[in-house]
């Protein structure tokens, strides 16, 4: 049975907000929703709404609240959306096909962190931390009393360690460039690693004010470009938080997380943007794999002198425009007039997504305040987007590293020399890169509309 709305107001005399008699820890008695009926909560003052508050950066996660975003408590829900992102629709799919019992309640029990992050003063910031939940890896900690009381609470945050295995670090070990310890880096080329995956928690206030617009305006405009999938944006002002349907992040830290916060110990730092078709799959159209390799060896040098190195895995494909956008971006590079140009590499993306890129880095820096990150000594990036949306929250950046030119792969010419003349920083490697330059630099041919060409060759930064 569905409920539509508007229902009857609710007034004080009919909150469903309970505390037990024989209870002195204020916190409610869970409302469980039938999974047999769907109540549409969409009015903030409807009957039996009555979502658990927020204080969205109070140190203390009991005051500050847990985030409520499960189905199994429709009237108490304090947040927008699923956890997942989204995955959320598999999920779905899951419960559809049978496979998967609606009522189900994951155990936590052995899931907790395996090693500590936290707290840290940026974590009582919204400035600081308004895309993630702090608190979303210790939830079976800091709210046992309410999972205690049949709250079913999801962490958004996992916390575990892992051995990395790439055929780049076995490469640097042959070359001599990398040597093997047998506590960070092992002699068959694995790294050990201490790792962190993280689903996007949003604080729209906040959210709003980083992006230049009032609250109003970021709500309608996300509920217009998702054609109204979120109808409480606009309907429910009153629930502050949303969990987009979007990819997360995945943190990778080499040495000990524990000397982060200290600004006295090296730490070297990537933060990296998806790139399913580099990253993955080894395509040389751009330095992405290359990029992030290379910062993987950089990091792993650092925690053998006693420092730490991170690099944070951002799921923003192809600029946050989504990897179909990209792939129809290359074929317009590769078929305009003249074949792929640096002087035309953003015109190309204008031309098809209207925009050059989506990924904006206002809300990038928040796993860097969670992690406790104050002081950056190698910034493994040319990115000016990146350096100055981290360095405008407070955290300081001593030294920029450029991606070494015989790592830019041939057909990459035409993104590195691109990039560069447009702003990026250029470091030593790719000073005097000008005008002359960009024009000559060509990408290869691919004869798409059946045209015999010879390939040309791309130019020399």
Same mark, same amino acid.
């Given at each position: 049975?569905?409920?539509?709305?508007?229902?009857?107001?609710?007034?004080?005399?009919?909150?469903?907000?309970?505390?037990?008699?024989?209870?002195?820890?204020?916190?409610?008695?869970?409302?469980?929703?039938?999974?047999?009926?769907?109540?549409?909560?969409?009015?903030?003052?409807a009957?039996?709404?009555?979502?658990?508050?927020?204080?969205?950066?109070?140190?203390?996660?009991?005051?500050?609240?847990?985030?409520?975003c499960?189905?199994?408590?429709?009237?108490?829900?304090?947040?927008?959306?699923?956890?997942?992102?989204?995955?959320?629709?598999?999920?779905?799919?899951?419960?559809?096909?049978?496979?998967?019992?609606?009522?189900?309640?994951?155990?936590?029990?052995?899931?907790?962190?395996?090693?500590?992050?936290?707290?840290?003063?940026?974590?009582?910031?919204?400035?600081?931390?308004?895309?993630?939940?702090?608190?979303?890896?210790?939830?079976?900690?800091a709210?046992?009393?309410?999972?205690?009381?049949?709250?079913?609470?999801?962490?958004?945050?996992?916390?575990?360690?892992?051995?990395?295995?790439?055929?780049?670090?076995?490469?640097?070990?042959?070359?001599?460039?990398?040597?093997?310890?047998?506590?960070?880096?092992?002699?068959?080329?694995q790294?050990?690693?201490?790792?962190?995956?993280?689903?996007?928690?949003?604080?729209?206030?906040?959210?709003?004010?980083r992006?230049?617009?009032?609250?109003?305006?970021?709500?309608?405009?996300?509920?217009?470009?998702?054609?109204?999938?979120?109808?409480?944006?606009?309907?429910?002002?009153?629930?502050?938080?949303?969990?987009?349907?979007?990819?997360?992040?995945?943190?990778?830290?080499?040495?000990?997380?524990?000397?982060?916060?200290?600004?006295d110990?090296?730490?070297?730092?990537?933060?990296?943007?998806?790139?399913?078709?580099?990253?993955?799959?080894?395509?040389?159209?751009?330095?992405?794999r290359?990029?992030?390799?290379?910062?993987?060896?950089?990091?792993?040098?650092?925690?053998?002198?006693?420092?730490?190195?991170?690099?944070?895995? &951002?799921?923003?494909?192809?600029?946050s425009?989504?990897?179909?956008?990209?792939?129809?971006?290359?074929n317009?590079?590769?078929?305009?007039?003249?074949?792929?140009?640096?002087?035309?590499?953003?015109?190309?993306?204008?031309?098809?997504?209207?925009?050059?890129?989506?990924? &904006?880095?206002?809300?990038?820096?928040?796993?860097?305040?969670?992690?406790?990150?104050?002081?950056?000594?190698?910034?493994?990036?040319?990115?000016?987007?990146?350096?100055?949306?981290?360095?405008?929250?407070?955290?300081?950046?001593?030294?920029?590293i450029?991606?070494?030119?015989?790592?830019?792969?041939?057909?990459?010419?035409?993104?590195?020399?691109?990039?560069? &003349?447009?702003?990026?920083?250029?470091?030593?490697?790719?000073?005097?890169?000008?005008?002359?330059?960009?024009?000559?630099?060509?990408?290869?041919?691919y004869?798409?509309?059946?045209?015999?060409?010879?390939?040309?060759?791309?130019?020399?930064?």
């Amino acid at each position: 049975m569905c409920t539509s709305s508007p229902p009857p107001r609710q007034t004080d005399s009919n909150k469903k907000r309970k505390i037990s008699e024989d209870d002195d820890d204020d916190i409610p008695t869970p409302e469980i929703t039938q999974m047999d009926h769907v109540a549409l909560t969409t009015h903030s003052d409807a009957f039996g709404v009555d979502p658990l508050p927020i204080s969205w950066g109070h140190p203390d996660p009991l005051v500050r609240g847990p985030v409520i975003c499960t189905v199994r408590h429709s009237a108490q829900r304090n947040a927008i959306g699923a956890h997942s992102g989204s995955y959320c629709i598999y999920t779905g799919l899951a419960v559809a096909a049978g496979k998967l019992n609606p009522d189900f309640v994951p155990n936590f029990k052995l899931t907790t962190p395996v090693f500590k992050v936290g707290p840290h003063p940026s974590w009582n910031d919204p400035k600081k931390i308004a895309s993630i939940d702090p608190f979303g890896h210790i939830v079976t900690h800091a709210y046992s009393k309410y999972l205690d009381k049949g709250f079913d609470i999801r962490p958004t945050i996992a916390v575990t360690k892992a051995h990395i295995d790439l055929p780049e670090c076995r490469e640097a070990i042959a070359a001599g460039r990398l040597v093997p310890d047998g506590k960070i880096l092992l002699e068959g080329g694995q790294s050990i690693c201490s790792k962190a995956a993280i689903e996007p928690v949003w604080y729209l206030p906040e959210v709003a004010r980083r992006f230049g617009c009032t609250e109003a305006v970021l709500r309608q405009s996300i509920f217009r470009m998702t054609n109204g999938m979120y109808p409480e944006l606009i309907t429910r002002p009153d629930i502050k938080i949303f969990l987009p349907p979007i990819g997360g992040l995945t943190i990778y830290i080499w040495g000990d997380p524990d000397t982060i916060p200290d600004e006295d110990i090296e730490l070297t730092c990537r933060v990296h943007d998806e790139c399913n078709g580099s990253d993955v799959f080894g395509s040389d159209i751009c330095t992405c794999r290359p990029y992030l390799t290379h910062a993987i060896e950089e990091c792993i040098k650092t925690a053998q002198k006693g420092g730490c190195g991170i690099v944070i895995y &951002f799921r923003k494909e192809g600029r946050s425009l989504g990897e179909v956008t990209k792939y129809l971006v290359y074929n317009t590079r590769k078929r305009q007039e003249g074949g792929d140009s640096a002087a035309n590499y953003f015109n190309c993306t204008e031309k098809v997504a209207g925009v050059q890129d989506t990924r &904006f880095q206002a809300l990038m820096p928040d796993p860097l305040h969670w992690l406790g990150v104050t002081k950056i000594h190698n910034f493994i990036s040319m990115s000016d987007m990146k350096y100055n949306a981290i360095v405008s929250t407070g955290i300081k950046i001593e030294n920029r590293i450029e991606i070494p030119q015989e790592l830019v792969p041939a057909d990459a010419q035409v993104e590195i020399t691109a990039k560069v &003349f447009h702003g990026y920083n250029a470091g030593e490697a790719y000073k005097g890169i000008d005008e002359n330059e960009l024009n000559a630099t060509k990408g290869r041919d691919y004869a798409y509309d059946g045209k015999e060409e010879s390939p040309v060759v791309p130019a020399s930064p």
